[in-house]
């Protein structure tokens, strides 16, 4: 299949790209490059032996996605591209609103246009707010909590409005819990801009020496070791999802949700002790105050994307860190080395 691949020079995009290389696919990269470099496809090209097709232009822009929708014979398309720091959108919500819910609403124009009817949306678990319980199955309720959760939120209600008048297309709406890791080459991994707002980033820059300490974010929450506690699912086994809905879902026409998780939860400390353990360095840290708007627990059912996709994530804790940690000392300034 030819899939255009929106923001896949991105983290996940980029993990994506190989999936689908490795499976057959040919990927077509869009991305404007506001969060990513263009080295990344070097990279890509140097896993897989095969270098996607690039064109760098703006989702928002028009103009540019007819010449990439007239150029090439897309089937589907993955749609990454979008801003994800939770801190900036609630000082900068229209920004969040312009790119995230405007630049997926002119894509599907395009799609349209275009005669191109399948679409896989990046959506995340920050859809079901503070949920009141866990493991978080797809038919809870849904709410945000900052401008970024809107957006994603206003994004699904937009795409399920949208498949309500066009039936016959495919939107399949994946909702990420927490993607941590790398590529096991270690040459892609996350390369965040500034200071690191996740966790496991902040961690490895503390690993690496570029940061003094990590900051734990509340020692009180009623959890078992009173830190958070989210569902990491490794980059690899996210993008893995993608292929699984895009054999499984792409022409099954219909609005289809799934969680792509691994279903474990993990507290901070458990992340930092098994950083430690991979890096073989130990990991200063100090209790500071919680964070507005985090939530003591998240972690995800992911029956339903077993069940229905035949996909479940096989990479473990370990795995995880270590390929974090390999991507972070091979490559200490990310992608600027
Ligand atoms: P990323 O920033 O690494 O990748 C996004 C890419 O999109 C970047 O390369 C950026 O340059 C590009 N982009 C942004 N706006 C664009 C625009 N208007 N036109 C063209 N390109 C544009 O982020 P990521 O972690 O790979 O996330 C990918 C998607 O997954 C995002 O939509 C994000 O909201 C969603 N998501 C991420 C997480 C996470 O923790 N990483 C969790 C849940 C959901
Ligand atoms: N966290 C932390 N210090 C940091 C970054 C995150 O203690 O510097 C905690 C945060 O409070 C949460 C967990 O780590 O409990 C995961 O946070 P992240 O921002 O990575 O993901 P999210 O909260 O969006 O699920």
Redesign the pocket.
Known sequence: MKVLV?????????HTCIQLIKQGHTPVV???????KEM?LDRIEQVTGARPAFMQ?????SAFLKKVFAEYSIDSVI??????AVGESVEKPLKYYD??VS?TLNLVREMQAANVKSLIF?????VYGDPASVPIKEDFPTSATNP?GRS?LMVEECLQDFHHANPDWSITLL?????VGAHESGLLG???QGTPN?LLPFVAQVAVGRREKLGVFGNDYPTPDGTGVRDYIHVVDLADGHLAALDKMAHQPGTHIFNLGTGQGNSVLEMVHAFEAAAKRSIPYEIKPRRAGDIAECYADPAYAKATLGWTATRDLQTMVKDTWRWQSKNPNGYWD
């Open positions: 929106t923001g896949g020079t991105g983290y996940i995009g980029s869009i991305d404007n490059l506001c969060n990513s990344v232009g703006d989702i928002r822009d749609h990454f591209a979008g801003l994800k790119n995230n630049g990046s959506s995340s678990a920050t970024y994603k909702r990420y819990f927490n993607p996350e390369d965040p996740n």
